[in-house]
């Protein structure tokens, strides 16, 4: 009687292992990541709830660096600006009869011109170089001319290369600081 008892509770205790294996565990397993996905979806409506309660700020804080940055660009000098100052050399050049050959702005000027905030009191400057040629006459004009421009800041150099034959041009290399703005008004 004894050993019929054992085996029954012996096989008792295998059909509950079984059955803990067999249907428990699934159902314990899907309930927990169903659990788990439960808890992941509250997390995330309070993550939400939390971005839409800081959207107006948001918003508001874009639009003013959008405008920020408009104020920006619209006071850095601009590629406009420089092909502005070119024309108005060439304009010069062709008026008081010299070839120009070759106009030289640093680029690592320009490049640092664009790298730093411009100061609303402050001016900023660039530094250019011009190689001429023509008559000694037509450049001491066109530099004339140029010295009394609105962008003109005051000279850096000035070297004359000139050729035993008196007929030839003579090349001139002129530099000077300019005072970096709008030209349109002024061309």
Known sequence: MKSRLAIYIVVGLAVIAVWIFAALMPHYR????????????????????????LLPEYVKTRNELAQRKAALNSSLYTKENILSLFEKFYLLADKYRVTIEEITPPIE?????????????????????????????????????????????GPNNCNIIGTLDRHADVQYFLGFKSLLGSLKDKV
Request: glycine share 4%.
């Open 30 to 53: 899907a309930y927990s990541s169903i659990d788990s996905q439960i808890f992941e979806a509250q997390r995330k409506l309070v993550d939400f709830r939390q971005t839409i309660l």
């Open 109 to 153: 000027e320009l490049l640092q011109i664009n790298r730093i905030l411009p100061d609303s009191t402050g001016l900023m400057f660039l530094n250019i170089s011009l190689r001429v040629q023509g008559n000694y006459q037509d450049f001491g004009r066109f530099v004339s001319a140029i010295e009394a421009e609105p962008f003109y800041r």
